[in-house]
């Protein structure tokens, strides 16, 4: 089955597909394909979330093949791999901690928090207690804060 979209409009069994997945398109009819299936759709790009810009989207696409691919766009396991040198399981929040690190060089706590989709001011610890585990597992060095920048170490 193609995946249509009509004014506005995608028929019941799609219109969650997306659900929680972040992305970012200066596609305006990409933009509101992407609201009607629940995406939230950024305005701006971020390091952490799919920038659909930069994705090859073959045409004509099924609404479960787009959800594929917004996936696979969205995987670290490359960036893992070249951090670690080999494959490692770790919970999405420490590896989106471990891919914005490495695509942006460092960032501030509420830098790293906001590029996470978390307010920069929030009293969650969650990234703070990622953080911790990281070093945990990898050693202290592994995740360095340099005068208030966080940024990877060495393993």
């Known amino acids: 089955m ?3 979209w009509t004014m506005g409009l995608v028929s019941g069994i799609y219109n969650n ?7 970012f398109s200066s596609d305006l009819v990409w933009r509101q394909i992407l609201s ?5 759709v950024l305005d701006m790009p971020s390091a952490t979330d799919i ?8 045409t004509p696409i099924s609404a479960q093949e787009l959800k594929a691919l917004l996936i696979r766009a969205g995987d670290n396991t490359g960036i893992l791999n070249t951090v670690f ?3 490692v399981s770790l919970s999405n929040l420490q590896s989106q901690i471990i891919a914005t690190l490495y695509n942006t060089g460092g960032l501030s706590l509420s830098h790293l928090k906001s590029a996470l989709g978390y307010a920069p001011d929030t009293s969650t ?7 911790y585990q990281l070093r945990k597992m990898f050693g202290h060095e592994f995740i360095i804060n340099d005068n208030g920048v966080y940024r990877l170490g060495r393993i």
Do not use: E, Q
Not at 18 to 23: A, E, F, M, P, T
Not at 51 to 58: A, E, R, S
């Open 125 to 131: 610890h969650a990234v703070d207690t990622a953080i």
């Open 51 to 58: 920038n659909l810009d930069n994705v090859d989207i073959p």
């Open 36 to 40: 009607d299936l629940n995406a939230v």
């Open 17 to 23: 597909m997306l659900s929680g997945i972040r992305v």
């Open 85 to 87: 040198g080999r494959p």
């Open 2 to 4: 193609v995946f249509y």
